[in-house]
């Protein structure tokens, strides 16, 4: 198989794969080209018994767990979330753009999970894969998978009640 | 194991899991041409695939050979292709570093390159007229990651904001509102299609580096700063009324400042900010068109990113 081969049939899937784990809009055809060139360098050695798309998440979780490094690439995605918040906290309510606001916190924080956990979440309770299939395709024992979608159930549960207490704080100016 | 959303999520748990599930994450139509392409010239590079910006972060699969010497591409008309489309993208990249765009704290500062007028005007041409793929081409886009690569941004602090809306404008207001340092790209409209490339470097100039600014009368140079300061004084005044949720009179004052200036400097940050107010003001049809166009139009420019989220 050939890289543009490979390209081609799975472009869409490295694509995706990285907005969900929160790749920057922006960031994502820099992001899906390094993919792409890791593929370019280790093609030779791909164990062609592997799913190809194993393969490839793997290298996507590496160049998003990189790139989360990156302070640009944390700014990128919450300034249009506040963006978003700030304009539609004085106009009428805007169903679309509230999604969208929602989807951009929920995004922050699983984008701010180990990316271990951040992996499990994503394709276990954002693009809805049972556990067999994570556990296949990120390679780990069942329980493994398990353990990490509890420890990152926490931490977005955490997350939720903090953003709610500075809501109430923001509001009345109350820190209880 | 159920999924949290079906079991014991709570409910604003809940909604954050549906939105965060039902958001669109497709790849924009076209964006899988212009990604090969840029990926083809990244591995025809020096190198041959040498750049380990974001594969080099460990692990066995980000390892590899930095010299090169991968995979074969594609068949021989791929590569063949490719070493066409080298040809076509150096001149795109030259531009894009001369352009040398640099950001400083939170506004946008242009240095044109001395010397080159007509070549600076094409760091925003349309994807079209260009030959470089807007990653990693031209300056403005790379440079501004650059800049904010090096801010100490905590994921915490970021959180904060996007659960308060504390102290930062929004992403397209803030840039709007970047004043004198604010950069005004060519306007590639027909209106300005008899503008010369230097006059279009003036601009830049006049916003960046005085002392680089080609010599021009006084009574134009105060033209020009009077009409960048009425502009941004219509775009200040329309920022606010977004923020205080009168999308129809933002537009109002939108509009107006198109009529008044229709060969605007500020044509870029009037025109984001105008796709907001649309969109704010219910007219996500009209919004999502326009921010179509702008995208097309500006593919680099540093409001690309929050015009994008009116474009779907």
Redesign the interface.
């Known amino acids: 198989m050939?890289?543009?081969?490979i390209?081609r049939q799975q472009?869409?899937f490295v694509?995706?794969s990285l907005?969900?784990l929160g790749v920057?809009?922006?960031?994502?055809?820099?992001?899906?080209?390094?993919v792409?060139?890791?593929?370019?360098?280790?093609?030779?050695d791909f164990r062609h018994e592997a799913r190809v798309e194993t393969?490839l998440y793997?290298?996507a979780l590496?160049?998003a767990?990189?790139?989360r490094?990156?302070?640009?690439a944390?700014?990128?995605t919450?300034?249009?979330?506040?963006?978003?918040?700030?304009?539609?906290?004085?106009?009428?309510p805007?169903q679309?753009?509230e999604?969208?606001?929602?989807?951009?916190?929920?995004?922050?924080?699983?984008?701010?999970m180990p990316i271990e956990q951040r992996a499990v979440f994503v394709l276990?309770?954002?693009e809805?894969l049972s556990?067999a299939a994570v556990a296949e395709r990120l390679e780990l024992p069942i329980g493994t998978v398990?353990s990490r979608?509890r420890l990152a159930?926490e931490r977005?549960?955490r997350?939720?009640d903090?953003?709610?207490a500075?809501?109430r704080?923001?509001l009345t100016g109350d820190s209880t | 194991m159920r999924r949290w959303i079906e079991d014991d999520a709570l409910p604003p748990e809940r909604q954050l899991l549906e939105a965060l599930s039902s958001r669109d994450v497709e790849p924009p139509d076209g964006c899988e041409e212009t990604t090969f392409a840029a990926l083809l010239a990244r591995l025809d590079g020096p190198g041959g695939g040498g750049d380990d910006s974001g594969g080099g972060n460990g692990g066995p699969a980000a390892g590899g050979d930095p010299t090169g010497g991968g995979a074969p591409i594609g068949g021989g008309a791929t590569a063949a292709g490719s070493a066409g489309l080298l040809k076509t993208i150096a001149p795109g990249l030259a531009v894009g570093m001369l352009a040398g765009a640099v950001f400083s704290g939170g506004a946008m500062l242009i240095a044109p390159p001395r010397g080159t007028p007509s070549t600076f005007g094409q760091a925003d041409a349309p994807a079209a007229e260009r030959s470089v793929p807007p990653t990693r081409a031209v300056g403005a886009t790379g440079e501004s990651s650059k800049t904010t690569d090096g801010e100490p941004v905590t994921q915490g602090a970021s959180v904060r904001r996007l659960a308060t809306g504390s102290n930062r404008s929004g992403a397209v207001g803030s840039q709007a509102e970047a004043g004198p340092a604010t950069p005004q790209a060519p306007d590639a409209s027909p209106a300005n299609a008899a503008d010369p490339g230097a006059a279009a470097v003036g601009r830049f100039v006049d916003a960046a580096a005085p002392t680089a600014a080609p010599r021009e009368p006084n009574d134009a140079h105060a033209a020009r700063r009077s009409q960048l300061a009425a502009e941004r004084k219509q775009l200040e005044r329309a920022r606010q009324m977004l923020g205080r949720g009168q999308a129809a009179q933002a537009l109002g004052v939108l509009t107006a400042a198109e009529q008044r200036f229709p060969r605007a400097y500020l044509y870029q940050e009037r025109e984001a900010l105008a796709i907001r107010a649309l969109a704010k003001a219910g007219h996500r049809a009209q919004a999502r068109s326009r921010a179509r166009r702008f995208l097309k139009r500006f593919p680099n420019s540093p409001l690309a990113a929050p015009v994008q989220s009116y474009a779907r």
Do not use: C
């Open positions: 050939t890289l543009e081969q390209y472009f869409r694509w995706v907005a969900r920057p809009e922006r960031d994502l055809p820099d992001a899906v080209q390094d792409f060139v890791i593929v370019h360098r280790k093609l030779a393969w793997g290298i590496r160049v767990s990189g790139r490094r990156s302070a640009a944390r700014r990128e919450l300034d249009m979330g506040d963006d978003d918040r700030r304009a539609d906290s004085a106009s009428s805007a679309i753009t999604q969208r606001e929602r989807a951009a916190i929920a995004q922050a924080i699983v984008t701010s276990f309770e954002v809805g556990s398990y979608l159930r977005f549960r997350e939720v903090r953003l709610n500075q809501d704080f923001a």
